[in-house]
C-alpha cells in the first residue's frame, strides 16, 4: 500500500480511492454506497481517503444560501406538511414505492402479515430478478409492522424500510434470514433509523427465496458474538414475491 | 473550544434530536456547504434543492457521526459532495452556461468561520499536491472539485482513461505518504 506503485484496476483499494474523489459513473457510485454499509473493512478505507481529501474543500469559498432553503429544511423536518418526496436521483429515490407499501402494510398489519406468512401451497420459486418482500411484523402482539424488508436480486441487497420507529437503546439489530430448518444465518446487522439497503453476502443469496423467513434480532453492539441470534428477536416475516 | 470541536458537539445535540442546534449548524455551515454544491452543479436552482437535501440528511444522521472516524466538516462535505454529484451523474451533464456560473462562484462571499480551523489542512494538502507532477494534481482538483467522472476528465484532457486513473491512484497515493510523513 505505501508503495507508489498502481493500485491494480479492479482491486477493492482503487474502487475506495474512486468512490472518495468522486470520479465513479452513477451506477458504480450506487453499487458502492450501497456495500459501505455492509462492508465496515471498505468503509474504512474509503472513509480514509476522503478524510485525505476533506482539507481541500477549505479551498471553496462559502456563498450564502438563500433563506428559502433553510425555510423548506425547516418546514420539511418539523413543519406538518405534507411529506415531500425526496428529488435526489440517488439510490433512495427507488425507495419510494418500497416507503408506499410499509404504509400500506401499517394499517393492516395483522392482516397483511397473516397472508405473506400462511399463503397456502408449494413455496413459489420466485423468476429470476423478481422482487420479494416481507412485512417484518413486531413480534410484540398487538403491535404495528416494524419494517418492510424487500429483496432485489439484482442487486444481490435488502432494502429495509422502517414503518415504525423502534427503540432498541444500545443494541444493534441484526438480520437473519432462515430457510425451513436451517440455524439462522446473519445477513450483518443494520440500522433501523433510515431506509437503507443493505447488501446480502452473495454466498447467502441463493437462500433469499420466497417462503424464507427474514428476521431481526438486537445484539450487543457489533453483531452477535457467536453467529447466532443471542438476543429478543423483535421482528420476523417471510417473504413473499411482490 | 476550536471550531471542529463545536461542531462535533452540535452534532452530538442534532444527533439527541435538538432541532436549534441544526438551526445552528446550519448558520455556521450551510455557505461551506453551498460553495462545494455549487461548484459542482453550478446552477443556482439545483445546488439549492442538493443543500436542502443534505441538511435534512444530516439531520437523520447526525447520530451515527463518530468523530474518531471523521473531521464533522469532511464528514458534512462529504454528504454534500455526494449529494451534488449523484445529481450530476443523473442529469448526464453540465448546463451550457457553464463559464458565467463559474465566474460567479468564484466571486462569492468569504469563506465561513468554521472553515477558519481546515485552513491550515488545506495548506498541508496543499503542499502535499504540490509535490506532485502538475498535470497529475489538476486532475486530483478536477475530479474533486467538479464531480468529473475519469471518463468525463479523459475526454476534456485528451488523456486515456488508463493513464489518467494511473496519474490519479499514484498522485493520491504518493500525497498520502507526504502527509503521513
Known amino acids: 500500500m505505501t508503495e507508489l506503485d498502481n493500485l491494480p484496476e479492479g482491486s477493492d483499494a482503487a474502487l475506495a480511492l474512486d468512490f472518495a474523489l468522486g470520479a465513479l459513473d452513477g451506477s458504480t457510485m450506487r453499487s458502492v454506497e450501497l456495500r459501505l454499509r455492509s462492508d465496515p473493512v471498505f468503509a474504512r478505507e474509503v472513509a480514509r481517503w476522503q478524510e485525505q481529501l476533506g482539507p481541500l474543500s477549505g479551498e471553496v469559498a462559502g456563498v450564502a444560501a438563500p433563506d428559502t432553503v433553510w425555510a423548506a429544511v425547516d418546514r420539511e423536518l418539523f413543519r406538518a406538511a405534507p411529506p415531500r418526496v425526496p428529488a435526489a436521483q440517488s439510490i433512495w429515490a427507488t425507495l419510494a414505492i418500497w416507503r408506499a407499501v410499509a404504509i400500506g402494510a401499517t394499517g393492516v398489519a395483522a392482516i397483511a402479515l397473516g397472508l405473506l406468512v400462511s399463503r397456502p401451497g408449494a413455496a413459489p420459486v420466485a423468476p429470476p430478478g423478481a422482487l420479494l418482500a416481507a412485512s417484518m411484523a413486531s413480534t410484540d402482539s398487538g403491535k404495528a409492522v416494524l419494517i418492510t424488508a424487500t429483496y432485489d436480486p439484482t442487486r444481490g441487497a435488502v432494502i429495509l424500510t422502517p414503518a415504525a420507529a423502534d427503540a432498541s437503546h444500545g443494541l444493534t439489530p441484526e438480520l437473519w434470514v432462515i430457510v425451513g430448518k436451517d440455524a439462522p444465518k446473519s445477513l450483518g446487522v443494520i440500522d433501523l433509523k433510515d431506509p437503507q439497503a443493505h447488501r446480502i453476502p452473495a454466498a447467502l443469496r441463493a437462500r433469499m427465496n420466497s417462503g424464507a423467513t427474514l428476521a431481526i434480532s438486537l445484539e450487543p453492539a457489533g453483531g452477535s458474538p457467536t453467529g447466532a441470534p443471542t438476543g429478543p428477536v423483535v421482528a420476523a416475516g417471510k417473504l413473499a414475491t411482490i | ?181
Open chain 2, 1 to 181: 473550544m476550536s471550531g471542529a470541536a463545536a461542531l462535533v458537539s452540535t452534532l452530538a445535540r442534532i444527533g439527541a434530536g435538538d432541532r436549534d442546534s441544526l438551526k445552528m449548524l446550519y448558520d455556521a455551515t450551510s455557505a461551506k456547504l453551498f460553495g462545494v454544491i455549487l461548484r459542482i452543479l453550478l446552477e443556482r436552482g439545483e445546488a439549492e434543492d442538493v443543500l436542502q437535501e443534505v441538511y435534512i440528511t444530516i439531520w437523520r444522521k447526525a447520530a451515527e457521526f463518530d468523530p474518531t472516524r471523521a473531521s464533522p466538516i469532511t464528514w458534512m462535505v462529504t454528504i454534500a459532495r455526494n449529494r451534488a454529484i449523484d445529481r450530476l451523474r443523473a442529469r448526464g451533464s453540465r448546463p451550457t452556461t457553464t463559464l458565467d456560473a463559474a465566474a460567479e462562484v468564484r466571486d462569492a462571499a468569504p469563506t465561513a468561520d468554521v472553515a477558519i480551523d481546515a485552513v491550515n489542512e488545506a495548506l498541508r494538502v496543499n503542499a502535499a499536491l504540490a509535490t506532485l507532477d502538475p498535470r497529475h494534481a489538476a486532475i486530483i482538483r478536477s475530479a474533486y472539485f467538479e464531480g468529473l467522472t475519469y471518463e468525463a476528465m479523459s475526454e476534456r484532457e485528451g488523456v486515456p482513461i488508463g493513464t489518467l486513473k494511473s496519474w490519479v491512484r499514484r498522485g493520491l497515493m504518493r500525497m498520502r505518504t507526504v502527509l503521513e510523513s
